[in-house]
């Protein structure tokens, strides 16, 4: 099982372009979410899903958009990149329906806009 | 916002001392309280979770202990090795809830260094 899989790895965009960030997890969770870190601002959550078809908003989620087709993918789309926008971002699932707090992480995607 | 402060920023532990992060947190509706531990290169991972109804949970050489009245609650390594060098955060949720209020809220994270 590869568990939680970002690509792509590493990214650097120029300001105003667009790009998807993948997520794609082989655990059959139901729950999806993505979070950007930064020094010294932690892990914030940026949008959530419960399932295909459910998204919702989490602290940060202005600039970016998500779908939820299937269980398996959980895209993050970047439409036009600022450099407030340059951070790490991981991808995180949970068993169920519900964040119970055990989540399982990606490995990260590091953005980079100038 | 920041509702869970975490302290210090940094820790530098020689191999065999006790390594203490701390947390504070502000909304008293939190009632789980994990912590992650996160290898450069790597994604955060579950270290150990702890409920309001008890004071201390112990895996191993980790233990979080845990102040309701104060709204705090800490991470002890003991006999710290080379191997728990990571950053370590702290979170909070509410699990009673549903939609935002249920989503773990993070700590800024503590990078630790263990000296061999």
């Known amino acids: 099982n590869a568990g939680v899989t970002q690509t792509p790895k590493f990214q650097v965009l120029k300001t105003g372009q667009s790009m998807t960030l993948q997520c794609a997890q082989d655990?059959?969770?139901?729950?999806m979410s993505w979070y950007r870190q930064d020094p010294g601002m932690g892990l914030r959550l940026i949008h959530y899903s419960v399932g295909a078809g459910i998204t919702d908003q989490g602290e940060v989620p202005n600039g970016y958009n998500v779908s939820r087709s299937t269980t398996e993918d959980f895209p993050l789309r970047l439409l036009s990149a600022a450099p407030s926008q340059t951070s790490v971002y991981f991808c995180a699932t949970c068993r169920g329906t519900v964040n119970t707090g055990e989540l399982f992480f990606g490995e990260g995607s590091r953005l980079t806009v100038l | 916002q920041q509702q869970v402060k975490q302290s210090p920023q940094s820790l530098i532990v020689q191999k065999g001392g006790i390594s203490i992060i701390n947390c504070a947190y502000e909304?008293?509706?939190?009632?789980?309280f994990p912590w992650y531990q996160q290898f450069p290169g790597k994604g955060p991972a579950l270290l150990i979770a702890i409920r309001p109804d008890v004071s201390e949970k112990k895996e191993g050489r980790f233990t979080i202990s845990f102040n309701k009245s104060a709204k705090q609650f800490s991470l002890h390594i003991m006999d710290s090795q080379p191997g728990d060098s990571a950053t370590y955060f702290c979170?909070?949720?509410?699990?009673?809830?549903?939609?935002?209020?249920?989503?773990?809220?993070f700590g800024s994270g503590t990078q630790l260094t263990v000296l061999p």
């Open positions: 909304n008293t509706a939190f009632d789980y």
């Open positions: 979170a909070a949720s509410n699990l009673r809830s549903s939609g935002s209020a249920r989503q773990l809220t």
């Open positions: 655990m059959n969770h139901e729950y």
